[in-house]
């Protein structure tokens, strides 16, 4: 696949001189970075804010994070990240999640923090996920014509060790991030919880979602009901015929509508199920990019659903959740991620840099050390579990959900509806292994397994197989991702 056409005719006509390098495609810049032996420092990125006169595109590297102090300063209001549909929009000819960081090309604000020109070799994703453009910095400046530049980025450049909150195990934080002052210029904190409702205003769930959820509740729902729903919304649509159509579910042929893909492939639970959890998601607008942007979301969460379903079906037959709710329940098991970075944008921001520079240290932990210590703290403390069960509580998902949502960190419960968390947890340890998700890197514990009547060479075996189809996954998750 060759770059971005735009991005190829901005380097023509100004005259630069250029190298573009193929590697294997990446879900993230880190990756990216990481794959091509290049210094995070080097390694130039685009995120799109929505400002005051339009779209904003602030370029910087992916060595630092955003000041959003400092970029609302230059818009005369707080920045909005842009959602993935708008991204889409403002770059049609380039990959889904891809920023090329040359807003002139498109025709957009553009604002270049200076730290971007301290290195005099840089590189640069030209719009598609496997190729990056290596530029010398006047050609880079070339490009850059008519942009502002203006400091819209943390600190300086580099990793160094250094502790989040003063104690406990040392987190690499972005060098020269205060990161005291940082959190507590955030989002206000509400005094008490029981006054959050009032204070942030929780998105509402889509419709097509509402429709499905009253459907399922319904006794006389069925096949042909459900599909006219989903017809409604073409994008759902194609969604659940990608997922029919994989080779996951075992189905010999092609199915040839929706109707034929939930009557005759997925049935009705846990076609469902799965147009739920896929319009649910559409409520968000969140960063695309790094560990726990919109692409590892949808990575993971497809991955987790399908081995969660999988091993649900290992379990004794009289202990066995329903095959939807525990596919739904794989699905959205991590939705205050979405939820964190729909309501507190900067601290999500800070949160997805943090989690990419520290790989080892469970999210969890991270969450305490630094979104503990702001203004927001009331809400932030809560942790991604509390605050999406805060959601799913909310929009009246099934309480399996909700518990899910709620406990999937914690081995130890055994309280209501204790199968779903417990096996969100047993998936999200294997699946770690290959690198998915969040999960400390520990086997599943033994007594848990127990509970669940699930061998550990049976849930070896199944790990397996699942990993063996694994392409399908990706192909899936990548096209929820767009």
């Not at 003063?166 to 206000?188: N, Y």
């Not at 949502?405 to 081995?411: P, S, T, Y």
């Not at 999200?428 to 999960?439: P, V």
Request: aromatic content about 6%; charged content about 20%; proline content about 7%.
């Amino acid at each position: 696949m060759s770059i971005a056409a735009t991005v190829q005719q901005a380097l023509a006509r100004a005259g630069v001189v250029y190298e573009v390098r193929g590697h294997t495609a990446t879900e993230s810049l880190e990756a990216a970075a990481r794959t091509c032996g290049v210094s995070f420092r080097r390694f130039v990125r685009g995120v799109l804010l929505k400002g005051a006169r339009g779209p904003l595109l602030v370029v910087l590297p992916l060595s630092r994070s955003i000041d959003f102090q400092a970029v609302g300063k230059l818009l005369g209001r707080r920045p909005v990240p842009a959602s993935a549909d708008e991204t889409a929009a403002v770059f049609p000819d380039c990959d889904p999640g891809t920023v090329p960081p040359l807003g002139a090309a498109y025709g957009i604000e553009t604002v270049v923090d200076p730290s971007v020109y301290d290195s005099e070799d840089l590189c640069f994703e030209p719009g598609v996920h496997d190729m990056v453009v290596h530029i010398r910095r006047s050609g880079f400046r070339r490009l850059q014509a008519g942009a502002r530049v203006a400091g819209c980025a943390q600190a300086t450049s580099g990793l160094q060790s250094g502790t989040a909150g003063g104690s406990g195990s040392e987190l690499r934080v972005p060098e020269g991030i205060d990161l005291d002052s940082m959190v507590a210029s955030f989002t206000p904190a509400p005094e008490v919880r029981r006054h959050i409702e009032e204070l942030y205003e929780l998105p509402p769930m889509p419709a097509v979602a509402q429709r499905i959820l009253r459907l399922r509740a319904d006794p006389a729902a069925s096949a042909e009901r459900l599909a006219a729903i989903v017809e409604l919304d073409p994008s759902l649509s194609a969604q659940v015929m990608r997922y029919a159509g994989s080779p996951f579910f075992g189905y010999c042929g092609k199915p040839e509508s929706i109707r034929d893909a939930i009557a005759r492939v997925l049935g009705f639970d846990l076609a469902a199920s799965m147009a739920l959890g896929l319009a649910a998601g559409r409520a968000f607008r969140n960063p695309l990019d790094g560990p726990l942007g919109m692409h590892a979301f949808r990575r993971h969460s497809t991955y987790c659903a399908a081995l969660v379903q999988a091993l649900a079906k290992a379990m004794p037959a009289g202990s066995r959740p329903q095959p939807g709710i525990a596919y739904l329940a794989g699905l959205l098991h991590n939705f205050g991620f979405l939820l964190m970075g729909h309501l507190f944008q900067p601290e999500f921001f800070l949160l997805n840099r943090l989690v990419a520079a520290n790989p080892e240290t469970p999210v969890t932990a991270i969450e305490k050390r630094v979104l503990c210590m702001g203004r927001a703290r009331d809400v932030l403390c809560m942790g991604h579990p509390s605050i999406g069960a805060w959601l799913t509580h909310s929009w009246k998902l099934p309480d399996e959900v909700t518990v899910t949502v709620c406990e999937h960190h914690n081995e130890d419960y055994d309280g209501e509806h204790a199968a779903y968390p417990n096996l969100v947890l047993v998936a999200n340890r294997l699946l770690r292994r290959h690198g998915i998700g969040d999960e400390i890197l520990e086997p599943p514990p033994e007594a848990l397994l127990a509970r669940l009547g699930l061998a550990p060479e049976r849930t070896e075996e199944i790990l397996e197989a699942l990993m063996v189809s694994g392409s399908s996954i990706d192909v899936i998750a990548r096209h929820l991702a767009a």
